[in-house]
């Protein structure tokens, strides 16, 4: 059963810095792999995806990359700002294509 | 485009009753998906339907039914309530025939049984 891991749970740094998230998990027999952004109290926003034949992503200020053989993939986050501050979670689809899997997600606070 | 709508936006139920949470999306998408967001457990797939006139079970499918109503609506039925089934729920839809596509997520409904 695939099961997706994000470390840390929660992240603080200061305005400006660059920062990388990270996302792993069990079965590397996956079709994509894709980043979303939460707010509080609000629903889901896709920010990168994936396919398994990609190394890289690169959306502004945003590079999500992809390693298969080892189960991991990071998202980094350059000169982060305050308006960065959300819940980051990475999904994993299955190789059938039927479902996501979720990690818990990653808090990143950026102070100002 | 509206995107993804989601109705109620907060309900309050008592243990036994019965509710539907509605969504609809105007993008022309083929696949749409019913989570539930747990602290401490994630994301989760309740159900999902790939194409209009298919429904799936996912990971926690106990104590639901869905209706694929037509290629833009999709709701998920809440029989006889249980406090285990406070949450919020999103729904999600897809372009694709799967869950290979981009996710578009609505906004949720918090759901609260007593």
Redesign the interface.
Known sequence: KQEVTQIPAALSVPEGENLVLNCSFTDSAIYNLQWFRQDPGKGLTSLLLIQSSQREQTSGRLNASLDKSSGRSTLYIAASQPGDSATYLCAAVNQAGTALIFGKGTTLSVSS | NAG?TQTPKFQVLKTGQSMTLQCAQDMNHNSM?WYRQDP??????IY?S?SEGTT?K??VPNGYNVSRLNKREFSLRLESAAPSQTSVY?C?STY?L???G???????TRLTVT
């Open positions: 993804v998906y401490g457990m994630g994301l989760r797939l999902y790939a799936d996912g990971e999103f999600a694709s799967g869950a290979q981009e996710q578009y997520f609505g906004p949720g």
